[in-house]
């Protein structure tokens, strides 16, 4: 239901994008999230978008940075990550939240894609 890509191997100071293909049953009329877990660490909450597109939250350390999007028409997410760094190295999920609002608690989402890989170096 959730087909995250765009991940890869990027130099600190480079860009990435992101992208999460929804299907229209599952991520119609819903708020959207990217949630991030790197080695050893708990899931991070990344960034979220409300339906309409008009309300987001981000996670401080990426504040700034990294912008969500979506296009409701394609079903689709996005990710825009600017300004890497080495501790945005993680595996990046995207998710379907129960609602219609932007939410930062991992517990309201209902659907959770596979992952994709992102590594920076140095």
């Known amino acids: 239901q959730l087909q995250a890509s765009g991940g890869g191997l990027v130099q600190a100071g480079g860009s990435l994008r992101l992208s999460c293909s929804a299907s229209?049953?599952?991520?119609?009329?819903?708020?959207m999230g990217w949630f991030r877990r790197a080695p050893g660490k708990e899931r991070e909450f990344v960034a979220a978008i409300a339906w309409r597109g008009g309300g987001t939250f981000y996670g401080e350390s990426v504040k700034g940075r990294f912008t969500i999007s979506r296009d409701n028409a394609k079903d689709t997410l996005y990710l825009q990550m600017n300004s890497l760094k080495r501790e945005d190295t993680a595996v990046y999920y995207c998710a379907i939240a129960r609602g219609s609002a932007a939410t930062t608690n991992a517990e309201s989402y209902q659907y959770w894609g596979q992952g994709t890989q992102v590594t920076v170096s140095s």
């Open positions: 229209r049953r599952t991520s119609s009329n819903n708020g």
